[in-house]
Nanobody, 122 residues
Framework: QLQLVESGGGLVQAGDSLRLSCAASGLTFSMYAMGWFRQAPGKERELVAAISWGGDWTYYVDSIKGRFTISRDNAKNTVYLQMNSLKPEDTAVYFC???????????????WGQGTQVTVSS
C-alpha cells in the first residue's frame, strides 16, 4: 500500500526548533524527488522545500531559506524537514509529498501524507 506518514509536529514557541519526518511505504522511495508543503488557515497550500532522489539538489521557498533544511535517508525511506528559528507565520499543517520525477520539482506531486500540525506561539 502506497503511503506517506508524517510525524514530529507540535506546539512550540517562536525561536524553537522542530524536526518533521515522513516515512514512505509501498514505493521505491529512492526513485523519486520529495517535497514538503504547508497550508495555513485561509491560505493555499505552498511548496516550502523539495529534494531530489539522491539528495543532491534542493529547493526552498524564500520565506524559509536559512531556517529550514530538507534531507532524506533512502535506506530508511524517510524524508525530513529540520525547522529552526520558527516564527508564528510558520504555523500551518505540513504535508510531505512524492514527486512524479527524480529531480527537484515545483509541481507534479501525486502522493500525499495526512499532514502534521505545527503551531508556533509568539
Amino acid at each position: 500500500q502506497l503511503q506517506l506518514v508524517e510525524s514530529g509536529g507540535g506546539l512550540v514557541q517562536a525561536g524553537d526548533s522542530l524536526r518533521l519526518s515522513c516515512a514512505a511505504s509501498g514505493l521505491t522511495f529512492s526513485m523519486y524527488a520529495m517535497g514538503w508543503f504547508r497550508q495555513a488557515p485561509g491560505k493555499e497550500r505552498e511548496l516550502v522545500a523539495a529534494i531530489s532522489w539522491g539528495g543532491d539538489w534542493t529547493y526552498y521557498v524564500d520565506s524559509i531559506k536559512g531556517r529550514f533544511t530538507i534531507s532524506r535517508d533512502n535506506a530508511k525511506n524517510t524524508v525530513y524537514l529540520q525547522m529552526n528559528s520558527l516564527k508564528p507565520e510558520d504555523t500551518a499543517v505540513y504535508f510531505c509529498a512524492k514527486a512524479t520525477s527524480k529531480t527537484v520539482a515545483l509541481s507534479g506531486y501525486d502522493l500525499w501524507g495526512q499532514g502534521t500540525q505545527v503551531t508556533v506561539s509568539s
